[in-house]
């Protein structure tokens, strides 16, 4: 079945710095989303991607859909203690339902 | 108040016991559905149902049991909970009439099984 990766599994980042987290699906999607969830928080919905190699900003967040369909990145620039939390990357499955990454968990060093 | 409430937000219970979780949302979606997290795992879909009369299963349903009691309110059941039951569970609502399929989440429900 489908598998959804993301890549690193941890990331400690000094704020000011800039980081990329990965996300790689085992099979082609129709559309990927990303989440973030702070500690002790909920998901909350960030965007979502459909078109092969689309890019979007939010301020300091961009998010890429690789040509494939098969992948997305999301990196911050310039990052600040209000950037921690666990990032989740999704895409839908062979049924139509959101799979989930197991999450990029930051930790902003200030 | 939140759009998707959860309740209760923390329980502690014993082998064997029966565990309700509920969920009730205002946001007027029809899809409503059940998440299980564990650390390391990210969330894994247990149930979902996209109307009062449609129920269906997701990739962790065993052991598990749900019921849509109404467009606002879909509870989870544990009939008999087990200690590898021990998570954080979310509710979630999508509206199909939107552009994404944007996941709301609730606030989340901590279960611990000793």
């Known amino acids: 079945g489908q598998q959804v990766m993301q890549i690193p599994q941890y990331q400690h980042v000094q704020e000011g710095e800039d980081f990329t987290t990965y996300c790689n699906s085992s099979?082609?999607?129709?559309?990927i989303q990303w989440y973030k969830q702070r500690p002790g928080g909920h998901p909350v919905f960030l965007i979502q991607?459909?078109?092969?190699?689309e890019v979007k900003k939010q301020k300091r967040l961009t998010f890429q859909f690789g040509e494939a369909k098969k992948n997305s990145s999301l990196h911050i620039t310039a990052t600040q203690t209000t950037d921690v939390g666990t990032y989740f990357c999704?895409?839908?499955?062979?049924?139509?339902?959101?799979?989930f990454g197991a999450g990029t968990q930051v930790v902003v060093t200030p | 108040d939140a759009d998707v409430t959860q309740t209760p937000r923390n329980r502690i219970t014993k082998t064997g016991k029966r565990i309700m979780l509920e969920c009730s949302q205002t946001?007027?979606?029809?899809?409503m559905y059940w998440y299980r997290q564990d650390p390391g795992l990210g969330l894994r879909l247990i149930y979902y149902?996209?109307?009062?009369?449609?129920?269906n299963k997701g990739e962790i349903s065993d052991g598990y049991s749900v019921s849509r009691q109404a467009q606002a309110k879909f509870s989870l059941s544990l009939e008999s909970a087990i200690p590898n039951q021990t998570a954080l569970y979310f509710c979630?609502?999508?509206?199909?009439?939107?552009?994404?399929?944007?996941?709301?989440f609730g606030e989340g429900s901590r279960l611990t099984v000793l």
């Open positions: 979630a609502t999508s509206d199909r009439r939107a552009d994404t399929g944007e996941l709301f």
């Open positions: 991607l459909v078109k092969s190699g």
């Open positions: 099979t082609t999607l129709s559309n």
């Open positions: 999704a895409g839908p499955n062979s049924w139509g339902k959101l799979q």
């Open positions: 149902s996209f109307d009062v009369k449609d129920i």
């Open positions: 946001k007027g979606h029809d899809r």
